[in-house]
């Protein structure tokens, strides 16, 4: 099927893996217009890149058929993360293992003596991350001289994580006529300006929908109040009962807590941050593959590389910064044909600003509402009935319990019994706040109170990047100033600063306080007057409540002392 356009090795494994036929990218980086040029190509994670750039490259390996004897490597693929590498090079490894190609892969986290060793017994392809390939290069144990043909697998996020040096070093150790592939989901300026300098008349392929980012996902977006960020995500959880799910937070503080909320919750859940080692991050990986979790919290950087094939649903807890990390999140599901669904949960407020982003990356999401109890319940139903009637094959020790269980109940109670089993071990779904106008309009009412029309803005020398919080914020301003939480306004965090409201009544008590209370035991944090209250800030202050519009997903108490002004965020 692929013999007239592939050496024989190629298509021998394609058809013995069970490929029907190429994706649009494997398809189009092996015609005659791609052939031996540059290429730049635009293509979703999940489409099937791997393999397109094995079939890209097999063109300078291949001579009569045949590959050379291992000596120099003749392909270079470079990749962002550590388990990317190591996908890469398992599915090199079933494409080119008819060719008897020697991969040696060279990444962070593994024996680097053996690596060495491995490169000086000679190579056909490598691959490996940026940081690991410029160590062997610097230290003699990887030349690239003989190299025919260098690999940019997911350039965007390469640069994104901070390998630019590494890139530029390593491709400048490269022959000037070696052929570059460069692979990126999105082309933002810094791709450009590294195709320009490193590629010669480059080809651009580009196989990404103009109406949707990813053809293979379902976006939605779910309108809820701030408050019930966690509840949705419980509820969507609940409700799509994906075989795996990926839940995006913005920091690891977050997705520490979101994740222990889960498990409390029943979840079989696990978590990736930058606070987990690597052999933290082989096992739950291993769990989530083995289907021992079912359900895994991250951050962006941790998630970057991962390839989960079951993945079937992606929720964006904490809305992404912007339309590139919304489709490089997304596009963790809906990979190689498969379908997924990618659920943006959206607090009031911000639904303008996730409107604009999916217009920049041309995605139509359906906005559905939250999904309710009643509505769980229901797919529950249909699921128990789908999965207790489906034909089975029972063992004769199964049967003869049947019959034993008969003997001291009816079939009705036994049924039910069964059905009991089966709901207890659900986790429960939460009641949110109705997503209509008017039930939005009156929980802003609740929040609003008397007093708070005539404020005087404070400040605090602290914000997100040292993990500022409303929870730990509105005690210590209670305990500095003297003042209960109901005579907290509104608290609007910035990156370097947090601004808080204070009635204009008692704004020179609460200052007063706070001056005979400096030098307490809240570390370098200061209280202060502000100039000037945020520039967007509302035109009807409301209370302390308000701040739960800045709460992270989790609603547990972290602490009651604020964290160190060095913290780091993921």
């Known amino acids: 099927m692929f013999s007239d356009t592939l050496p024989a090795a190629l298509a021998e494994a394609l058809t013995a893996r069970g490929y ?19 290429l730049v190509v635009s293509a979703q994670t999940g489409s099937g890149k791997t393999v397109a750039f094995g079939l890209g490259m097999a063109e300078q390996l291949f001579t009569d058929g045949q590959l050379p004897p291992p000596a120099l490597p003749l392909a270079l693929i470079i990749a962002p993360t550590r ?7 398992r599915e090199l490894g079933w494409l080119y293992g008819t060719a008897a190609a020697r991969i040696t892969t060279c990444v962070g986290g593994m024996d680097a003596a053996r690596e060495r060793r491995a490169l ?24 690239l001289s003989g190299l025919r043909v260098a690999v940019l697998d997911e350039a965007d996020e390469m640069l994104d994580m901070g ?14 006529e070696r052929r570059t592939l460069l692979f990126s989901a999105t082309m933002p300026k810094p791709i450009v300006a590294l195709a320009k300098r490193y590629q010669r008349d480059a080809v651009r392929i580009s196989t990404v929908g103009e109406e949707r980012g990813h053809g293979d996902i379902a976006y939605q977006a779910v309108l809820v109040s701030p408050s019930d960020i966690e509840a949705a995500a419980i509820n969507l959880l609940r409700l799509h009962d994906a075989e795996t799910a990926m839940l995006f937070c913005a920091t690891r503080d977050n997705v ?13 859940a696990v978590a990736l941050s930058g606070e987990h080692s690597q052999n933290e991050r082989n096992a739950a990986l291993q769990a989530l593959r083995d289907g021992r979790a079912k359900v895994c919290v991250a951050t962006d950087v941790a998630a970057r590389g991962i390839d989960l094939p079951t993945l079937g649903l992606v929720i964006h807890v904490e809305l992404p910064r912007d339309a590139e990390t919304l489709q490089h999140r997304s596009g963790r599901t809906g990979r190689a044909g498969k379908k997924g669904v990618a659920v943006l949960i959206v607090p009031y407020p911000r639904k303008r600003r ?8 041309r995605i139509r999401a359906e906005w559905i509402e939250a999904p309710t109890p009643a509505a769980i319940h229901a797919r529950d139903r249909e699921r128990m009935l789908g999965a207790l009637l489906a034909p089975t094959d029972y063992e004769e020790d199964d049967l003869a319990l049947g019959r034993e269980l008969l003997a001291g109940k009816s079939a009705e109670e036994i049924a039910a019994a069964l059905v009991r089993a089966h709901r207890i071990a659900l986790p429960a779904p939460e009641e949110l706040i109705e997503a209509t106008p008017e039930a939005r309009r009156t929980a802003q009412q609740e929040r609003h109170r008397a007093g708070f029309d005539d404020i005087v803005w404070f400040r605090l020398n602290v914000g997100r990047r040292h ?26 965090i910035a990156p370097n600063e947090t601004l808080f409201q204070v009635p204009r009544a008692i704004a020179d008590r609460f200052a007063g306080a ?10 370098d944090v200061r209280i202060e007057r502000a100039e000037r209250g945020p520039e967007h800030a509302p035109q009807r202050p409301g209370p302390a409540g308000a701040a739960a519009e800045r709460r992270p997903p989790s609603s547990r108490p972290r602490s009651s002392r604020p964290p160190a002004r060095n913290a780091r965020r993921s």
């Open 83 to 89: 388990e990317l590498a190591l996908q890469v090079s």
């Open 514 to 523: 706070v001056a005979r209370s400096a030098g307490s035991d809240d570390g």
């Open 120 to 143: 000086s017994h000679g190579t056909h392809i490598v691959v490996g991350t940026p940081g690991r390939l410029r160590d062997h290069l610097e230290r003699g144990a990887l030349d």
């Open 163 to 176: 390998f630019r040096e590494d890139l530029e070093e390593i491709l400048d150790a490269t022959p000037a």
């Open 354 to 361: 996730i409107e604009a982003m999916l217009r920049d990356a």
């Open 256 to 268: 520490r807590h979101l994740h222990a909320s889960l498990v409390e919750r029943g979840f079989a």
């Open 467 to 492: 993990n500022a919080d409303p929870r730990w914020i509105l005690p210590l301003l209670c305990r500095r100033g003297h003042i209960t939480k109901q005579e907290v306004g509104a608290i609007r």
């Open 20 to 38: 029907p036929a190429l994706t649009p990218v494997q398809d189009s980086v092996i015609q005659e217009e791609a052939r031996g040029h540059d």
